[in-house]
């Protein structure tokens, strides 16, 4: 079992920026990669970034060169820094630990980028 703990969302201005956190707790060890995916109102859940137990990463092309996600592995917690921010950004965020077959989420934390 891993538990997910999210913070760093907020109301940011277009162009602004944001760090995202989360805290990994539990069979940690097991886990081969997370990541942050994002659900807008209307529209269907999709990877944002990911980072892999190797330290590879993957983003979306719509926030390729704005956002970087990094892992801390002695305080268990994954980053997303967004920077550029735009309206299209808006959305709940979710932390997602993968291990093995199962998937872990995260409550989610709302980012608001106004124009």
């Known amino acids: 079992q891993v538990q997910l703990v999210e913070s760093g969302g907020g109301l940011v201005q277009a162009g602004g920026s944001l760090r995202l956190s989360c805290a990994a707790s539990?069979?940690?060890?097991?886990?081969?990669?997370m990541g942050w995916y994002r659900q807008a109102p209307g529209k269907q859940r999709e990877l944002v970034a990911a980072i892999t137990s190797g330290g590879s990463t993957n983003y979306a092309d719509s926030v390729k060169g704005r956002f970087t996600i990094s892992r801390d592995n002695v305080k268990n917690t994954v980053y997303l820094q967004m920077n550029s921010l735009k309206p299209e950004d808006t959305a709940v965020y979710y932390c997602?630990?993968?291990?093995?077959?199962?998937?872990?989420w995260g409550q989610g934390t709302q980012v608001t980028v106004s124009s």
């Open positions: 997602n630990a993968v291990e093995g077959e199962y998937d872990y």
């Open positions: 539990g069979s940690i060890f097991s886990i081969n990669a």
